[in-house]
């Protein structure tokens, strides 16, 4: 799966967190969208809705050959084609077998996760076909050559004199940081691409099966041109987005809106089940839904992560995690950022490969708080890491730090009983008497020494509660008793 | 007052590094006229393991846990996440061994967090009147994370810090925002936690707040550390050391 | 089937854990709603007059936090004089004649917005394909229409009040790209077709024989706030929308 960086997530992470544009633009985006997402949940929506939501959603996936076989049926006898992918591999090489047999030369996207997920853009650039985005983010982002930081504001770590440069020298404008400006020029260049492109390549938020549809979500637009105008529609799905009616999108939907934008609902939803019909002035010839595992089936026999499907990737935990309020997207370095990301990554694609981003959490429940569909993540992270101290033969882990699993071993000696427990507390605070002054430990030795790099550290105390309760309080506390 | 009987989980910091904490609370409970048993033989509910992944130590500090404190019939401790660990995560731990489930169950539902304890079980609204509590001062609150959104415990501490005499309370933005601590998260990945606590700390000084009070010491020694570095003179407090002040 | 659809229906079934004799679907999957749910959010529509301008009046507000313009016109022929207006105001946006192309729709049929827009020259087609001609002719002739076109009139099907949604059905006479490609687009709706949010929206597709291949929701003028979160109106749909409720 395609990465942007060689760095680690801990170079990615130091470099985002001395970037204090970034710092204040993600704030921004976290205190306007995130906030107004927790309102909203505790306003417009309850919780019974979002439980039910999950319900419904847990039980499409548990009958999931089921419904994927209705949608199937419903959009083949539309006309459409569907096609199971088992790789990203697979789903690239259709996306380009299609494309060649339509003499396809230039392809417009609407933005996809997944299509940054099989890596498409590459292989078709490879056989001289243009791939351009149309997301307006997307399309800087690509103008760039960078990658995006978030799901739904993909160039939130630029400002607006880096894309008027950008687009000065990109798109021949005079230079202006003036946003209606750019958004005009960007306009005008991505409609001649759009309305002269002979593929659309889109993802696909949420299908209903039972009226055989997929259905995209956008405000701006591009999705429904890239959709509508070109001869060709290929819509790429992870087999998992997918609801079984009508009743459960329209939850599912309100939930989708909220979560990724605070929006009661996005500027367009469409719904596409298949190519032109006759007699319709408009629409593609030929429409393509490419339904893709890539590793999801794994997840999806697993009971510890079957829940991590029911995703309907908002993108709302990154709009409230403080850890990727520090440290944006690209330390993530996968198309899937933030907490969905440091869950799904790893399942994805190696959870050693990833051991960082299963480990660089603080466990603070914000995202499972916020999720509308209850997704448990930080549930799931402990098991990432539960994996990666021992091993698991199952996804294929290797144990992550010997050193660790070590001090953890001798962290149990210590605890299983009060001498060794002791002890270790008066080692402690035998060695610590040479650091401490006013009060407070200021360098530590051992793992202590990160935390004491930015951070004062308090000492042992003289005497532990333990030893106070024997010496002060039991004897002080008559007719109370020791055990 | 019926006659209460508490018996102290004093979690692993509070023990060894902040024991003036415990003594608070003793004398907070004391002041009620709870009866207290102490199990000196306690040392971690193994916590810091499960976070960490190393469910074996952990599963082995939670069946020493479950044997020592599972014939208690109110367990309190000075410490939201070491609650929840014991609430939530030993069902977890025990999910595949059924008999170990019913007592881990059993021990889930007997234990309470302080302030908890004080409000859901002993009834305490006044501690003005009731434990002679005075704090001369205004005070912001920081919702710890597994307090807050584990345990949903917002209104217990709330209630009681309102009702101090001579305390202010000063609500922070978002005060249930992760301070950065997140057990060995902080020292893995120290700048990350650094920065995270640097968040919390702008909204803390925000308030112009004398004290930040909280009801875990593991947050309270983030915020402190990083407090104390930066020479602020902000305090943090635990709400056991607020609640037995009495202004003397 | 082919050879790669048969292995992933075979993988998936394996990794749901089903065998043969596992029926696949444990609940009624596709009977999501709970007993009488649809007939009581269809019967929520039969709204006096009263209440269905109680919800113009919440749509009118809303709207105006999508930059959604809503106008209303006491007869159908009104409407066409508003839209001639609201074209005659408007400058074309990549320069050109002024030309409007228009959904072959009968509620449209009495805008007499021809005999309205004469007198300003502003032509009007209308996007069907004419059934004599060769169909992917008349595909290519509309396509050119709708771009060379700065105005766009569909007639929704429904529109949700609460946050202002239409939908708009496609078909035979109903181009996609009327409502996307001009750079205004008009709707039209009538006062019985507003119903009072997305459920009773959703409930109204429901209720329906079929559903076309192709059908939107949509809530005013195409938006961005890709740059530095700054909204702008016009990314690559319409920059402006107006919605006409005919209150007749």
Request: glycine letters at 8%; hydrophobic letters at 40%.
């Amino acid at each position: 799966m395609h990465e942007q960086s060689d760095k680690s997530y801990r170079e990615l992470a130091n470099e985002a967190l001395g970037d204090e544009r970034l710092h204040s633009a993600i704030r921004m985006i976290q205190d306007r969208i995130g906030k107004g997402t927790r309102h909203l949940w505790k306003t417009e929506i309850s919780q019974e809705l979002r439980d039910k939501a999950k319900k419904a959603r847990m039980r499409t996936l548990d009958n999931l050959d089921k419904v994927l076989t209705t949608l199937t049926e419903k959009i083949r006898a539309n006309g459409g084609h569907v096609y199971f992918a088992k790789t990203a591999e697979d789903a690239r090489n259709y996306c380009l077998k299609v494309a060649q047999k339509n003499e396809v030369k230039r392809v417009v996207k609407g933005k996809s996760m997944t299509s940054a997920e099989i890596g498409v853009d590459h292989l078709l650039e490879a056989h001289d076909i243009e791939v351009v985005e149309t997301d307006l983010g997307e399309f800087i982002i690509q103008l760039a050559h960078d990658a995006p930081s978030h799901i739904i504001a993909p160039c939130i770590h630029m400002d607006k004199q880096q894309i008027g440069r950008l687009f000065e020298k990109e798109l021949g404008i005079p230079y202006s940081e003036d946003p209606p400006t750019l958004t005009k020029a960007a306009r005008k260049a991505l409609r001649e691409k759009l309305l002269s492109a002979d593929m659309g390549i889109s993802g696909c938020n949420l299908a209903c099966a039972e009226t055989g549809h997929i259905s995209l979500v956008s405000n701006e637009g591009n999705i429904r041109m890239s959709t509508t105008m070109p001869k060709v529609h290929v819509a790429l799905m992870g087999m998992e987005r997918v609801i079984a009616t009508l009743a459960e999108h329209d939850m599912l939907l309100r939930l989708l809106t909220r979560g990724a934008a605070a929006q009661k609902i996005s500027t367009y939803v469409s719904f596409l089940g298949g190519p032109r019909q006759p007699g319709e002035p408009d629409g593609p010839e030929e429409f393509h839904l490419v339904i893709i595992d890539n590793g999801r089936m794994k997840m999806l026999a697993d009971p510890r992560f079957r829940e991590v499907l029911s995703c309907i990737r908002c993108g709302s935990c990154l709009n409230i995690c403080p850890v990727y309020g520090r440290i944006g997207g690209h330390a993530y370095n996968a198309p899937y950022p933030g907490p969905i990301g440091a869950v799904v990554m790893p399942l994805f694609n190696g959870v050693n490969k990833h051991a960082d981003l299963c480990r660089g959490e603080s466990l603070c429940g914000a995202c499972k708080d916020i999720c509308p569909v209850n997704n448990d993540l930080p549930r799931m992270l402990s098991e990432l890491r539960h994996m990666l101290a021992y091993g698991d033969e199952q996804w294929d882990v290797a144990p992550v730090d010997k050193g660790e699993a070590l001090a953890f071993k001798g962290w149990y000696a210590a605890m299983s009983s009060r001498t060794a427990y002791n002890l270790l507390v008066k080692t402690g605070r035998l060695a610590q008497a040479p650091f401490v002054s006013d009060g407070m430990l200021k360098k530590g030795i051992g793992p202590l020494g990160k935390w004491t790099a930015d951070r004062d550290f308090p000492p042992i105390a003289r005497q532990t509660f333990g030893e106070r309760w024997k010496t002060v309080h039991a004897p002080r506390l008559k007719g109370d008793s020791n055990e | 007052m019926t006659k209460h009987t508490a018996t102290l989980f004093i979690q692993c910091l509070v023990d060894s590094l902040k024991p003036e904490i415990g003594d608070a609370m003793v004398h907070v409970l004391d002041t009620l006229g709870v009866s207290m048993v102490y199990p000196e033989n306690q040392t971690c509910c193994g916590q810091p393991a499960f976070n960490s992944g190393y469910r074996r130590e952990a599963t082995k500090a939670a069946r020493r846990f479950i044997d020592i404190f599972e014939n208690h019939n109110a367990i309190v401790c000075p410490s939201g996440s070491c609650v929840h660990m014991v609430r939530h995560h030993y069902l977890d731990l025990f999910r595949d061994e059924p008999a170990m489930l019913a007592r881990a169950r059993k021990v889930a539902a007997n234990t309470y967090e302080f302030t908890e304890y004080l409000v859901d079980v002993l009834g305490v609204t006044d501690p003005g009147s009731q434990l002679n509590s005075r704090f001369d001062g205004s005070v912001t609150y920081h919702d710890s994370c597994h307090l807050s959104r584990g345990l949903g415990i917002r209104s217990q501490p709330r209630l009681l810090l309102e009702n101090i005499p001579g305390l202010s309370l000063i609500e922070m933005d978002e005060s249930d925002r992760c301070c950065g601590f997140g057990g060995t998260f902080s020292v893995k990945y120290p700048e990350i936690s650094t920065a995270m606590v640097d968040d919390k700390i702008q909204t803390i000084l925000a308030t112009g707040a004398d004290a930040v009070a909280g009801c875990d010491v593991s947050c309270l020694m983030n915020i402190e550390g990083r407090l104390s570095r930066i020479d602020s003179p902000v305090r943090a407090l635990h709400i056991a050391e607020i609640l037995a002040n009495t202004g003397k | 089937m082919n050879n790669a659809e048969q292995t992933f229906f075979t993988r998936l079934r394996d990794a749901l854990g089903r065998n043969s004799s596992t029926r696949a679907v444990r609940e009624p999957l596709f009977d999501s709603r709970e007993p009488g749910e649809l007939d009581a959010l269809l019967a929520r529509t039969n709204r006096t007059r009263k209440e269905r301008l109680d919800l113009l009046a919440t749509l009118k507000e809303f709207a105006a936090i999508l930059n959604l313009r809503i106008h209303t016109a006491s007869s159908t022929d009104g409407a066409g004089k508003t839209i001639a207006e609201i074209a005659r105001t408007t400058d074309t946006e990549w320069g050109g004649e002024k030309r409007i192309t228009m959904h072959d729709n009968p509620l449209l049929h009495g805008l007499n917005l021809e005999g309205h827009c004469k007198q300003d020259g502003i032509a009007v087609d209308i996007s069907a394909i004419d059934p004599d001609k060769d169909e992917l002719t008349e595909k290519l002739r509309l396509r050119h229409q709708a771009e060379a076109a700065y105005m766009g009139i569909t007639g929704a099907d429904w529109c949700a009040a609460d946050c202002g949604a239409i939908a708009v059905m496609a078909g035979p006479g109903r181009g996609r790209a009327t409502s996307l490609v001009p750079s205004v687009h008009v709707a039209v709706l009538t006062l019985d077709q507003l119903v009072a949010d997305l459920p009773e929206l959703y409930a109204q597709l429901e209720n329906r024989a079929s559903l076309p291949v192709s059908f939107n929701f949509i809530s005013g003028p195409s938006k961005t706030a890709d740059i530095e979160a700054h909204m702008v109106h016009g990314a690559h749909g319409p920059r402006e929308m107006h919605l006409i409720v005919i209150t007749e």
